[in-house]
Structures are given as structure tokens and as C-alpha cells.
């Protein structure tokens, strides 16, 4: 496409020629080619239906002519949580489906409790994130609140035991 670019740019004409979905072009269209376009695709899958072909071409003319640059950039407006307050939140929430009985059967915990933890971390977990999921967890153990005071209901240990302060997690130094 950067080829392509340049020669219409200097007043060239081109086009590109798509055959149909089902057949592709026959062998006397391609003869008549001044370029061929391929992509580069895994050989188990080297074929490509009309609207990817379309897609990948469009997506590469672009890049070819523009600065091909994202419409937008995320904000990022919580930093990314620290490892202390990412483990924290894991062992109050693993802490809490063991008390439920979550980790069926036994044998099974630690690969339960890997795979969970692996889930979050792809997430790449933000201070909000981690504030937001631990809120969420506590509010299904103790319930609603009810008048901005927090449910009486216990939590932290074997059902019926007292309530167990929530573990803070440690603040980084700033």
C-alpha cells in the first residue's frame, strides 16, 4: 500500500480488484495485475473470506496515507494498584468463598484459587478497580446496608461467628 500511495499521489491512477466470495479471481484477471496484495496469515487458515480481504486492505491504505493513530487514548485515572493491595483484596476473596464452601473439591483449592488470581492480574488491576471489586465482595457478605450503617451480618469466619475486621491493605508511601 505505501507503493500505492506514492504512485497516486504522483497522479497515477490504481484500483484494486476483488473477485467474487465464493471463487476468488481466475488466472487471466491476475494476469492482468500490475501488483498482488497478500497478507501475511497462518498456513492452516491461508485463505480469507471478501470482508476480511476488504477490511485488511481498507485498514492498510490507511496506515499508508494517515498518521494511523487511535482515534482516542484511555485515560488512565486511577494508578495501577500495588502488588500488597491486589493480594490483600485475593486473600479476603479467597478467604470468603472458603468460607462458603467455594473450593470444591479440596484437592482442588490451589488450582481455583491460581486460576482466579491469574484472571484478575491479565485485568491489570487499578487502585479503583481493586477498592470497587473489595466493596462489592463485602457488601454479598454482609449484605445491604441499611441507613448508611453497615448489615449486621457476620462475616469472616464460620457462619454465625462474630464479625472479623476487614484486613486494610497496606497505602503506599506517597
Known amino acids: 500500500m505505501p507503493e500505492c500511495a506514492q504512485k497516486i499521489t504522483a497522479g497515477e491512477k490504481h484500483g484494486v480488484l476483488f473477485g467474487p466470495e465464493r471463487t476468488g479471481l481466475n488466472n487471466d484477471e491476475v494476469a492482468l495485475a500490475d501488483?498482488?496484495?497478500?497478507?501475511?496469515?497462518?498456513?492452516?487458515?491461508?485463505?480469507?473470506?471478501?470482508?476480511?480481504?476488504?477490511?485488511?486492505?481498507?485498514?492498510?491504505?490507511?496506515?499508508?496515507?494517515?498518521?494511523?493513530?487511535?482515534?482516542?487514548?484511555?485515560?488512565?485515572r486511577s494508578p495501577a494498584a500495588p502488588r500488597e493491595m491486589a493480594l490483600s483484596f485475593f486473600d479476603y476473596l479467597e478467604a470468603e468463598l472458603g468460607r462458603t464452601g467455594f473450593f470444591r473439591p479440596e484437592s482442588k483449592r490451589q488450582v481455583m484459587r491460581r486460576n482466579m488470581r491469574n484472571m484478575f492480574h491479565r485485568m491489570q488491576l487499578t487502585e479503583q478497580d481493586v477498592s470497587s471489586l473489595r466493596g462489592m465482595v463485602v457488601r454479598l457478605v454482609e449484605g445491604p446496608r441499611t441507613n448508611g450503617e453497615r448489615s449486621k451480618k457476620p462475616h469472616g469466619g464460620e457462619p454465625g461467628s462474630p464479625a472479623k475486621p476487614r484486613q486494610a491493605y497496606p497505602k503506599e508511601e506517597e
Open 35 to 76: 501488483a498482488i496484495i497478500t497478507f501475511p496469515v497462518d498456513p492452516a487458515f491461508a485463505s480469507l473470506n471478501l470482508a476480511q480481504a476488504v477490511l485488511l486492505t481498507g485498514y492498510e491504505w490507511m496506515r499508508a496515507t494517515t498518521d494511523a493513530k487511535p482515534p482516542f487514548s484511555p485515560v488512565q
